[in-house]
């Protein structure tokens, strides 16, 4: 039986200064988590409640236009969020958009722990180690969001760039595609920027890294082609703002 594995690394020797993330790339569930099912539809778990539609299939294309490493989780979610710190409250979600998630409801600590230890902190480890191969690393987080959450109005953003204190690159970004006549951008949105032990305070920000997260809205690349189309316009972008910040 094969191993599994809770991240999956794409060019790995790949030149290029730049590191593309996918922290929720993945609706899997792990076979010693609740016997590989999370007791929800697969109609959920193919919702963004369970990851991040089409991000991964962004990351991949755009990390191979940048010739640059990637890293995928291969780990819904809702077993553990790599993108929330381990002290975070959200860290395992028993209740998402108004859907609530079985098999979460009895996890206790001793479980949480065992998927920190089977899927969070690998996926970490391995992200740190790319991060440090080269000192002048640039970080891109690749996310998706969906078009309306319920109760809430529809976002109006095609692609929203998330960033905290460190605006070397998110500003160049920014400007550049408020350039692009035909999207909509939003900055810190949908989400606020600045989450405390997030992937990106972690990897990027604790060692004064450039870098930018990525939120592509995502009934836009649903399909593998627009996947590909987002990547393909985006890393002449990246590569132009990041010339323009001198980073």
């Known amino acids: 039986m094969k191993m599994y594995q809770p991240y999956e690394i794409e060019g790995a020797d790949r030149p290029a200064r730049w590191l593309v993330t996918c922290d929720h790339a993945a609706n899997t569930v792990p076979p010693f988590v609740n016997g590989g099912t999370l007791d929800l539809p697969e109609a959920d778990m193919n919702r963004h409640i369970a990851y991040d539609v089409g991000a991964a299939g962004v990351t991949r294309a755009l990390a191979k236009a940048l010739d640059a490493p990637a890293i995928l989780t291969n780990f819904s979610r809702l077993v553990i969020d790599p993108n929330r710190g381990e002290d975070d409250p959200t860290l395992l979600m028993k209740l998402y958009d108004g859907t609530i998630i079985p098999g979460n409801r009895h996890a206790d600590e001793t479980e949480i722990q065992r998927r920190l230890n089977r899927c969070y902190r690998p996926y970490h480890t391995a992200l740190a180690e790319l991060a440090a191969r080269r000192d002048d690393t640039v970080i891109v987080s690749v996310h998706s969001f969906t078009r309306q959450l319920k109760g809430h109005p529809p976002r109006p953003w095609h692609i929203g760039l998330l960033y905290a204190a460190d605006e070397r690159l998110s500003r160049p970004l920014s400007a550049r595609l408020k350039r692009e006549t035909d999207l909509c951008v939003g900055e810190n949105e949908p989400y606020g920027g ?36 987002w990547a393909t316009r985006l890393a002449p972008i990246l590569i132009e703002a990041a010339e323009t910040a001198g980073v």
């Not at 604790?206 to 189309?229: K, T």
Request: glycine share 2%; aromatic share 2%; net charge negative.
């Open 194 to 229: 600045h989450l405390p032990g997030d992937a990106i305070a972690r990897h990027a920000i604790a060692y004064e890294r450039p870098n930018i997260l990525i939120e592509i809205r995502n009934d836009l690349i649903e399909e593998v082609e627009d996947q590909i189309a």
